[in-house]
């Protein structure tokens, strides 16, 4: 009986601290991805302090997806809003390891296959003559991944709207069809449910932005 009494007091003792740190992850996440949500846009030093801060918690929450994929997404907006195309190789590598740990915790993953399509955008920006039917390529197959593992994520299209508004007509691009496809995409943010307040729901007002230009 005593050894069953101990058992059990040592399993709610570790329930409890599991609560704790499921708590404290909570909170951290919801704080810094609140910041993003509040933020609009970042500096590229306030995006390597981001990105250094959901590592951190990435460390400590070893089984959570979410701040490999929030690591990943600072890093790769850093490669779009920095003026050194000299790092956005070494930031986009950076990128591409935390989105493979983010998959190894949850395969198959719509919004992963996502940031994956950005990452290639963002190499193919280091040289487009060169680099664009590789990466180009490779950012529409994650793009359709990402379709095809979940139809109703609104940034598939809000991608897809993007990538045919600034792609020249000669190539596939057309204003129209971005107009089409943005609306599809603000259709879709509008049923759209996160799973929870710290689950990817970025996306919205740029798509809003864009279909503007696309008019």
Not at 76 to 86: A, E, T
Not at 157 to 180: C, D, I, N, R, V
Request: glycine share 6%; charged share 20%.
């Amino acid at each position: 009986m005593k050894r069953l009494l101990l058992s059990l007091f040592m399993i709610g003792g570790l329930a409890t601290v599991a609560a704790a740190q499921s708590a404290q992850y909570q909170d951290a996440m919801s704080k810094q991805v609140a910041d993003l949500d509040s933020s609009g846009t970042f500096a590229p030093d306030a995006l390597v302090a981001k990105t250094n801060t959901f590592e951190r918690i990435a460390e400590a929450e070893k089984t959570q997806w979410l701040p490999y994929y929030y690591a990943a997404y600072c890093q790769v907006m850093s490669c779009f809003v920095g003026q050194d195309k000299g790092k956005i190789d070494e930031l986009a590598d950076k990128a591409a390891a935390n989105l493979d740990k983010a998959e190894t915790l949850n395969p198959k993953n719509s919004e992963v296959a996502c940031i994956r399509s950005l990452v290639a955008s963002a190499r193919l920006m280091v040289d487009p003559a060169s680099r664009g039917m590789k990466y180009g390529m490779e950012a529409g197959q994650q793009i359709e991944l990402a379709k095809s593992y979940n139809a109703e994520n609104p940034r598939v299209y809000l991608l897809l709207g993007q990538s045919l508004l600034f792609t020249p007509e000669q190539f596939g691009g057309s204003k129209s069809k971005a107009k089409t496809m943005l609306e599809t995409a603000l259709q879709k943010y509008a049923a759209f449910k996160p799973e929870s307040a710290i689950a990817p729901h970025w996306g919205e007002p740029y798509a809003k932005e864009l279909l503007t230009k696309a008019q």
